[in-house]
C-alpha cells in the first residue's frame, strides 16, 4: 500500500541555520505530495503541495520538489525561525483515492 | 469563518463509556474525514465521508461509528470507550474527493480513558 517515510527522531537547530527534512514514499500510481505542519496545541495546517512530477511547492519560505525518479519529497528552508518551531507531517494521496497516508512526523525545534 | 470546528476540546471517560465527538465545518465542503493522533505513529485514518449520506471505513475503524449529519455535520461516536483509544482525534474537511485537494484541519479534541 501507500506509504510515507520521514527521517527519525527531532531536529534541533540554531535560528538562521539551514533545515532539511527527509521524506520518501511508495505508491503504485502518480500521487499528489503534502507537507503539513502542526504548531503546539493546533491542528494541521497545509505549508506546501505538489501534484505533479518536477513541481515544487513553496509557502513561507518552504520548498520541496517532487522528484519521481527518487520517490522524494524533501522539505528545506534557508534560515529557520525560532517561529519554524513544530511538527512538520509529510503525506500523500494517490489519484482515485481520498486518502491522505501521512509520515510519523518530525518535531523541530530552533532555538535562539 | 470558524473552518472546521471541533467538540469538546478535552475529555476524560472510564472504561467503558460512551461519548460522541463532533465536527461542524463552514466552507461547504463535501468530503470530511476522522484522524487520530498518537505519538510516533503520524496521523491514521479513522472514517471519512466523501459525500454527504456516505461514509466509509479507514485504516483504524474498531470500535467506533460515524454518522455524516449533513454537508456541514460529521461525528465520531465511541461506544464503549476503551484506553487503546486514549489519543488526540482530528476532524479534516476537502472541498471534494480528489487527491490533489488540500485537507482543512480542526483543533482537535484530546481523549483520556482511564
Known amino acids: 500500500g501507500d506509504s510515507v517515510t520521514q527521517m527519525e527522531g527531532p531536529v534541533t537547530l540554531s535560528e538562521e541555520a539551514f533545515l532539511t527534512i527527509n521524506c520518501t514514499y511508495t505508491a503504485t500510481g502518480y500521487p499528489s505530495l503534502f507537507w503539513y505542519v502542526q504548531y503546539p496545541g493546533e491542528g494541521l495546517q497545509l505549508l506546501l503541495k505538489a501534484t505533479k512530477a518536477d513541481d515544487k511547492g513553496s509557502n513561507k519560505g518552504f520548498e520541496a520538489t517532487y522528484r519521481k525518479e527518487t520517490t522524494s519529497f524533501h522539505l528545506e528552508k534557508g534560515s529557520v525561525q525560532v517561529s519554524d518551531s513544530a511538527v512538520y507531517f509529510c503525506?500523500?494521496?494517490?489519484?482515485?483515492?481520498?486518502?491522505?497516508?501521512f509520515g510519523k512526523g518530525n518535531q523541530v525545534v530552533v532555538i535562539p | 469563518n470558524a473552518g472546521v470546528t471541533q467538540t469538546p476540546k478535552f475529555q476524560v471517560l472510564k472504561t467503558g463509556q460512551s461519548m460522541t465527538l463532533q465536527c461542524a465545518q463552514d466552507m461547504n465542503h463535501n468530503s470530511m474525514y476522522w484522524y487520530r493522533q498518537d505519538p510516533g505513529m503520524g496521523l491514521r485514518l479513522i472514517y471519512y465521508s466523501a459525500s454527504e449520506g456516505t461514509t466509509d471505513k479507514g485504516e483504524v475503524p474498531n470500535g467506533y461509528n460515524v454518522s455524516r449529519l449533513n454537508k456541514r455535520e460529521f461525528s465520531l461516536r465511541l461506544e464503549s470507550a476503551a484506553p487503546s483509544q486514549t489519543s488526540v482525534y482530528f476532524c479534516?474537511?476537502?472541498?471534494?474527493?480528489?487527491?490533489?485537494?488540500?485537507?482543512?484541519f480542526g483543533p482537535g479534541t484530546r481523549l483520556l480513558v482511564l
Open positions: 479534516a474537511s476537502q472541498p471534494a474527493s480528489r487527491s490533489q485537494e488540500t485537507q482543512y
Open positions: 503525506a500523500l494521496s494517490e489519484h482515485g483515492n481520498n486518502r491522505l497516508a
